[in-house]
C-alpha cells in the first residue's frame, strides 16, 4: 500500500517561514520523481516544485528563490522550505509520487493548510 503523508503546514504571517514534510512508504522512494504541488480556492492545482530521482529540480515561476524542494533517500522523505512567504502561497499542499521506475503511476499524500496572513 503506497502512503504518502503530509506534515509541516499551518498559518504564518507574510514573510514569515515554513518547512513542509512528505513521508513515503510503499514504493521505491529514491528511484521515484517526487513534487509539491498546490491549489488555492477556487484555482486549480498547480506544480508548485518537482525533483527527480537524478535530484534534478524545477520551480513554478511564483516561487523560485523563495522555495526549495529536496529530499532524503535514506528517510523516504521529500521536504520543502518556503522562505518568504506570501498570502498568494496560501492553499493546501499535496505531495506527488511518480513511480518512474516502473509505470509512472502517480500517487498523492491527503494535502496539508498553509495560510498567509498579511
Known amino acids: 500500500q503506497v502512503q504518502l503523508v503530509e506534515s509541516g503546514g499551518g498559518l504564518v504571517q507574510a514573510g514569515g517561514s515554513l518547512r513542509l514534510s512528505c513521508a513515503v512508504s510503499?514504493?521505491?522512494?529514491?528511484?521515484?520523481?517526487m513534487g509539491w504541488y498546490r491549489q488555492a480556492p477556487g484555482k486549480q492545482r498547480e506544480m508548485v516544485a518537482v525533483?527527480?530521482?537524478?535530484?534534478?529540480?524545477n520551480y513554478a515561476n511564483s516561487v523560485k528563490d523563495r522555495f526549495i524542494i529536496s529530499r532524503d533517500n535514506a528517510k523516504n522523505t521529500v521536504y520543502l522550505q518556503m522562505n518568504s512567504l506570501k498570502p498568494e502561497d496560501t492553499g493546501v499542499y499535496y505531495c506527488n509520487a511518480i513511480t518512474s521506475y516502473r509505470d509512472y503511476s502517480t500517487y498523492w499524500g491527503q494535502g496539508t493548510q498553509v495560510s498567509v496572513s498579511s
Open positions: 510503499g514504493i521505491i522512494f529514491s528511484r521515484s520523481h
Open positions: 525533483t527527480t530521482s537524478a535530484g534534478d529540480t
